[in-house]
């Protein structure tokens, strides 16, 4: 392996995830950059000997600071900073593999990625991310032929035991974005959206009794998995999830909107962010489950292919599945642009990488390694 200088930008559940995992298994140096001066104490603690650096991530000339010595970088950070990373990347000339949840469009630096000779890969975590990769498999192998693709996806508490049966385990603000920002879909061909949380329905994968909705994770597929005749992502959780959600958008705690109380502006999104921080915690056992279903044609026959992926709460490593299942599928991103020089310049979305037998493959063996298994 080549020895390479990288930076993990962020270091929530996620970042820690990521930033360890490549200590771990690449042979050079790394630079680690949050915000918080205990996040940075804390895992230097664990990562003898890597470099610190504090990061504004509101401000795309601090990025650019972190980021322009290294070969490779991997943003692990709030959806609201991700085009700020984009936009460091460029104007560092250094690739980036980001696994925001932002919701700006990662082709609007497309054509200055490519003057820059930059890959950016977004959306590389779990879903949008892996489930991208499957999405692009199933497409590739059916050579476009697909009248019907839908991917459901969530982390769910093995014991939900809070009101709303769900734990915090990543952003707050990112998950209330999950659940209030329109979901676009294709629907008969055409490119459509509707309210997040809508398209309720119970399924059972694996024997796990679950309810399923809407949400826009569907992103850069829109574009790149053409002639798709209807496809959609919907979000799984234990059964009831949604009535309560619905029920705290109704009332306005989910708007991100600022409101005057007393004289004092607050947001109630924000105030809900920080309280579902607080008051959603508990075992932190989890469980990853992902089912990507693709109809259409091969050789003019009707098939059906089929992703499951299932994974659990590590104990050893006390480690969510969550955050396994997003933080591996990132470092494996980033070891296929570290192994591949024909990745870009451009940005590279992950269905992509799907669509490539050889990166696939790679990119499952590396899973596999870390004990992620898809069956199908």
Not at 43 to 57: I, N, P, W
């Amino acid at each position: 392996m080549v020895k390479f200088k990288a930076a993990v930008l962020g270091l929530g559940h996620v970042g820690r995830v990521i930033a360890t995992d490549l200590y771990n298994r690449f042979q050079g140096d790394l630079v680690i950059a949050d915000v918080s001066e205990g996040a940075l104490e804390n895992a230097s603690k664990e990562l003898k000997g890597v470099e610190t650096a504090r990061l504004d991530a509101s401000n795309v000339e601090s990025i650019v600071k972190v980021i322009k010595e290294v070969d490779l970088s991997i943003g692990a950070l709030p959806g609201k900073f991700g085009m700020n990373c984009w936009l460091a990347a460029v104007k560092a000339g250094v690739n980036l593999v980001d696994i925001s949840f932002a919701p700006d469009d990662p082709f609007s630096v497309d054509e200055e990625a490519k003057r820059a000779g930059v890959t950016i890969i977004p959306d590389a975590g779990v879903a949008p991310g892996l489930s991208n990769v499957l999405a692009g498999r199933a497409y590739a192998k059916m050579n476009g032929k697909v009248d019907e693709l839908t991917i459901y996806v969530g982390a769910i508490p093995e014991n939900p035991s809070n009101p709303l049966g769900y734990v915090v385990t990543w952003n707050p603000e990112d998950l209330i974005e999950e659940y209030t920002r329109p979901a676009r879909v294709i629907h008969e061909g055409v490119q459509k959206s509707f309210p997040a949380l809508s398209g309720l329905e119970n399924l059972s994968i694996k024997g796990l009794t679950l309810e399923a909705f809407r949400t826009d994770g569907l992103r850069t597929m829109l574009r790149t998995l053409k002639g798709v005749r209807n496809m959609e992502e919907k979000t799984l959780r234990w059964p009831g999830h949604v009535q309560k959600i619905l029920l705290l958008k109704e009332l306005g705690l989910l708007d991100f909107n600022p409101v005057k109380i007393n004289g004092q502006t607050v947001s109630p999104a924000k105030l809900t962010a920080k309280l579902l921080k607080e008051k959603l915690t508990g075992d932190p056992k989890d469980i990853l489950i992902m089912l990507v279903r693709a109809k259409g044609q091969i050789d003019e026959k009707q098939t059906e292919i089929k992703y499951v992926l299932i994974d659990r709460y590590d104990q050893a490593s006390g480690v969510t599945a969550l955050s396994r299942t997003t933080g591996y599928t990132a470092t494996g991103m980033f070891m296929l642009l570290s192994k591949y020089n024909t990745l870009g310049p451009g940005v590279i979305p992950p269905e992509i990488i799907g669509m490539d037998e050889h990166l696939f493959s790679d990119l499952v063996r590396w899973l596999e390694d870390h004990k992620i298994k898809i069956s199908d």
